[in-house]
C-alpha cells in the first residue's frame, strides 16, 4: 500500500506523456519510411491468422508467463 501512496499521479508524469505522444509519430514514421500501405480487410482475408493471433496467442501466453515462469520465479525468490 505503501507504493501507491508515494506514486506520481499519471496525468504528471512526463515519461508517460513523453511516451504517449512519441508512439504515434513512431508508426506514422516507420510506415512513411517502410513505404508500407497496409490493407485494412486482411483480418477477413486472413481470419485464422487473425483469429489466432487476437485469440490463442494472448491465452498461451498467459497461462505460460502467469502458470509456469511466475511460479518457477516465485519457487527460487526471483520474483
Not at 513512431?26 to 500501405?37: D, I, P, R, Y
Not at 481470419?47 to 498461451?60: C, D, I, K, Q
Request: hydrophobic content about 50%; glycine content about 4%.
Amino acid at each position: 500500500m505503501e507504493d501507491l501512496k508515494n506514486r506520481k499521479d499519471i496525468c504528471q508524469d512526463r515519461h508517460f506523456w513523453t511516451v504517449f505522444l512519441v508512439a504515434p509519430l513512431f508508426w506514422l514514421l516507420l510506415v512513411m519510411g517502410l513505404q508500407l500501405s497496409p490493407d485494412p480487410w486482411w483480418p477477413i482475408e486472413h481470419s485464422l491468422e487473425f483469429l489466432t493471433a487476437v485469440l490463442v496467442y494472448p491465452v498461451v501466453e498467459e497461462l505460460f508467463f502467469r502458470g509456469i515462469l511466475q511460479g518457477w520465479l516465485k519457487e527460487k525468490k526471483l520474483f
